[in-house]
């Protein structure tokens, strides 16, 4: 199994662009999250989903953020506009079932906004 | 508030030492206890935690849980360069896919 795969890798983007994230979870999982890291507040959690449903999204920080999953193969994570303090690592975690077994992470995005 | 609270921040020690990391937290419906060791990537999984006093070990690695006092330590002996890595807690509320994550301990060991 290939784990979680992310992409981009790195993103450079300019101050009020859109920016998408992509995020490919391990088959047969079934729970797939979304983090943001910074060195100031540590891993923070976005949003959720289960069976490809999003079960608590408080956690995204305002309306520019956005996150689909239109299939368990597949979600989306998008900021438009970005701004400079969106810069962090943005990290994709998926596990089977709800309950009592570990996250798997992704190798995360790093976005840097100008 | 739920929360998760890790200690030290950092901590540097000589190859050979014995260190101890503390996570204490308060969390509504206390469902599990997540160590991760992450390092310039993604964090891994060490260990799940769910009951009291029941010690998990891996190699050099061992983590206990306290559900009373609510808190929990992950011990590593004998350290190597190979473990200078960010050691994440992460404890999981039992309403839901809700996790929450300590802002982790940075160790660094040096020959």
């Known amino acids: 199994d290939a784990g979680v795969i992310q992409s981009p890798r790195h993103e450079v983007t300019e101050m009020g662009q859109e920016v998408t994230l992509r995020c490919k979870p391990i088959?047969?999982?079934?729970?797939l999250f979304w983090y943001r890291q910074t060195m100031m507040r540590g891993l923070e959690l976005l949003i959720y989903?289960?069976?490809?449903?999003?079960?608590?999204d408080s956690g995204m920080p305002e309306d520019r953020f956005s996150a689909k999953m239109p299939n368990a193969s597949f979600s989306t994570l998008k900021i438009q506009p970005s701004e400079p303090r969106d810069s962090a690592v943005y990290f994709c975690?998926?596990?089977?079932?709800?309950?009592?077994?570990?996250?798997?992470f992704g190798p995360g995005t790093r976005l840097t906004v100008l | 508030e739920d929360k998760v609270v890790q200690s030290p921040l950092s901590l540097v020690v000589h190859e050979g030492d014995t260190v101890t990391l503390n996570c204490s937290y308060e969390v509504t419906n206390f469902r599990s206890l997540l160590w991760y060791k992450q390092e310039k990537k993604a964090p891994t999984f060490l260990f799940m935690l769910?009951?009291?006093?029941i010690e998990k070990k891996s190699g050099r690695l061992s983590s206990i849980l306290d559900k009373k006092e609510l808190f929990s330590i992950l011990n590593i002996t004998a350290t190597q360069t190979g473990d200078s890595a960010i050691y994440l807690c992460?404890?999981?509320?039992?309403?839901?896919?809700?996790?929450?994550f300590g802002t982790g301990t940075s160790l660094t060991v040096i020959p």
């Open positions: 088959s047969g999982h079934n729970s």
């Open positions: 992460a404890v999981e509320g039992n309403t839901g896919n809700q996790f929450y």
């Open positions: 769910t009951s009291s006093g």
């Open positions: 975690a998926s596990r089977a079932g709800t309950a009592y077994n570990e996250q798997f």
């Open positions: 989903f289960n069976n490809n449903v999003p079960i608590d």
